[in-house]
C-alpha cells in the first residue's frame, strides 16, 4: 500500500506530500500506522530516502480525546477509529483538518474552539442538578471530543471568523441547560455565533464520532 501524506515542518514552510510503502496488515487503524511509519529510527520515504518522523497527535487511542483528528481519504475521521480494511484503493492519502492553522504535519491548532467559548463567556459555572432536568440529552452533548470534525466539513465555518459551528452550538445548549442565571447571555451568543448563520447541512452531524444531535440541541435553543 501507499500512504500519502501532506507534511508541513512548521507553521511557516511550504506543505509537501510524501509518500511512505506499507506492506502489513489492513487489520490496523490509521493511528496503528502511523506509529508503524514513525518506528523505526532511519525512517525512509517510498523512494528510498531518509526523512524524518510523521508529526501527528493522540492520546487516547480509543476515541474519546479528539487528538488524532485528519482528513483520511478525504474524510474527516479519527485516525484511530478508521481501519484500513474499511478504506478503499491500494493508496491512502492522510492530510491534517483545513479548517485550522497547521503546527507540524498533521497536527494543528484547535485552540480557537476553546477560545471562542472564552470570548462569549460560556461556562457551567456551580452546577445543582435539578428534577426532572433532561439529563439523558445533556450527556449525549457533553460527549463532544472538541475535535473539530465537525468544523472541517461546515460549510459556514471559517477559523478566526464569528460563526463559531456546532462545537459551539452544542456547548450553548449545554450550558443554557445547566446554568439558567446566564441563560439570556447564551442566547445571545448563540444567535450572533450560530443561530443566524447556520446554512443547515447538517453535515456535521454525519461526521461527530460521537453521534451528537445538533439538531436537538438547535431545536431546544430555539424553542
Ligand atoms: S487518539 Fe483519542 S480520539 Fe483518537
Known amino acids: ?5 501532506l507534511r508541513q515542518q512548521t507553521p511557516f514552510s511550504k506543505p509537501y506530500w510524501e509518500a511512505f ?3 502489513g496488515t489492513k487489520d490496523i487503524s490509521v493511528a496503528g500506522l502511523l506509529d508503524h511509519l ?10 528510498g530516502e531518509p526523512t524524518t518522523r ?13 487528538g488524532c483528528a485528519m482528513v483520511i481519504n478525504d474524510m474527516p475521521a479519527l485516525a484511530c477509529e478508521t481501519f484500513l480494511r474499511d478504506l478503499e484503493g491500494t493508496e ?3 492530510r ?15 485552540s480557537s474552539i476553546q477560545e471562542n467559548l472564552k470570548r462569549t463567556d460560556i461556562y457551567i459555572g456551580e452546577y445543582q442538578p435539578k428534577k426532572g432536568e433532561d439529563s439523558r440529552r445533556q450527556y449525549d452533548v457533553a460527549k463532544c471530543l472538541k475535535c ?3 468544523l472541517e466539513v461546515c460549510p459556514n465555518y471559517t477559523c478566526g471568523e464569528t460563526f463559531f459551528g456546532a462545537v459551539f452550538a452544542n456547548d450553548c445548549y449545554l450550558v443554557a441547560a445547566r446554568n439558567r442565571t446566564k441563560a ?4 445571545r451568543a448563540y444567535a450572533a455565533h450560530f443561530g443566524n448563520a447556520c446554512s443547515k447541512s447538517f453535515a456535521c452531524m454525519d461526521v461527530c464520532p460521537a453521534d451528537i444531535p445538533t439538531i436537538a440541541s438547535m431545536s431546544r435553543l430555539n424553542r
Open 54 to 66: 510523521i508529526g501527528w497527535e493522540c492520546s487516547c487511542l480509543q476515541g474519546v480525546c479528539g
Open 21 to 23: 510503502a506499507y506492506n
Open 92 to 94: 491512502i492519502e492522510l
Open 1 to 5: 500500500m501507499r500512504i500519502k501524506i
Open 38 to 47: 514513525n518506528y523505526h529510527d532511519d525512517i525512509m520515504n517510498d523512494a
Open 148 to 150: 473539530g470534525l465537525c
Open 96 to 110: 491534517p483538518l483545513r479548517k485550522f492553522p497547521v503546527i507540524h504535519d498533521l497536527i494543528v491548532d484547535r
Open 184 to 187: 439570556k447571555d447564551i442566547h
